[in-house]
């Protein structure tokens, strides 16, 4: 299959930081492959994903539903795909909605995306900032995962092209 682009640039970046399988006893995500997890693909057979499998069900689960190929910002694109990968869809939508100040819907539909590209240039500095608040109080919330935490704060620095 042929991805657009601006897919195939932020999918190399995902998969770097999901990496391959892992199976933490702390993940409430359980098995996980290419950061696709058991929890949500209970049919899956997450030890012998293939990284073309993987690539496919980021474009049609997450890539496609978001609409990110309608926001102008290619580093609010990969920001906001990386947390929808990580945190989940809906999750990183509200976010980047409450970010921009419209309805936290979980829906990315015409106003949010007029929101997104009409913002000023502060927009994704204040998102990784929302992030990794985002984490610390899933920590402070969920102490088990407290494991993760220095992780997700290096990967909100560290997803750039």
């Not at 913002?119 to 994704?124: A, M, T």
């Amino acid at each position: 299959m042929t991805y657009p682009d601006i897919f195939d640039r932020c999918i190399k970046v995902v998969l770097k930081n999901e990496g391959g399988y892992v199976n933490h006893p702390s993940d409430p995500g359980g098995e996980t492959n290419f950061g696709i997890a058991k929890k949500f693909y209970p049919d899956l057979d997450i030890k012998n994903l293939t990284k073309e499998k993987a690539i496919e069900i980021y474009y049609k689960d997450y890539w496609t539903p978001m609409n990110l190929e309608l926001i102008a910002d290619a580093d609010i694109i990969l920001q906001l795909f990386d947390f929808g990968v990580n945190a989940g869809r809906k999750m990183a939508t509200r976010l980047i909605q409450r970010v921009v100040g419209v309805d936290d819907d979980g829906i990315i539909g015409d106003e949010t995306l007029a929101a997104i590209n009409n913002y000023d240039e502060s927009l994704l500095d204040k998102f990784k900032r929302r992030r990794k608040m985002f984490y610390m109080n899933l920590a402070s919330k969920k102490p088990q995962l407290e494991v993760f935490l220095r992780g997700w704060i290096r990967r909100v620095d560290n997803t750039k092209f």
